[in-house]
């Protein structure tokens, strides 16, 4: 994914893809039936020269070999029923560390006006600039070889922890000196008796 901004450059751009989910209706009552989400993938990326580009991974490896989204892993094990829409959102945020009324003011020299239907804030009155793009991408289809189980898989991430490894053996001979290496007093064992 690439895009074209007027921001400074090395401003950072936090770039996410979100698909949509509504609960089908064999949910509980006590569910809400308000559509949710899932966040695909999200990464940061500075601009340079008025572009930025980036690559987001929407699809993960199912344990079976299966390429799903994200939800679709957990769908089960949550006891989740959900139909996805067809569309996936892809949104680039830019919430500055800096108040965003500076960088409109430096924008505002080079003739430029930050649209206003862009500009949210947050609950505690933070400002940020949002756009948003939304694209017709599928769900995934399609296998390949399923991947290794790996350590954060077992026993609920903590990997096999609970196995005691053996001591590895002792490559190292050691060699009783033959002649005392100390000038410390004789300890009274050492005496003759």
Known sequence: MEGKTNLPDKSRITVAAVRYLRPTNELSPSLSSEPTYSILDYKDVKVNKGQWEIQLNLWKIAPN??????????????????????EVTFLATFAPTDPLAGIEQQLKKQGIKVESNL?????????????SQILPIPLPTGQTTPPQQRPEDINGGWGPRYLLLPEPPNINRLKQPSERRTDAPLSPSEFLQ
Do not use: M
């Not at 500009?119 to 756009?131: C, E």
């Open 65 to 86: 070999g299966q390429f799903q989204e994200s939800w679709q892993l957990d769908e089960a094990k949550l006891g989740l029923s959900l139909d996805p829409v067809n």
């Open 119 to 131: 500009v949210y804030n947050t609950p505690d009155g933070q400002r940020y600039i949002q756009a």
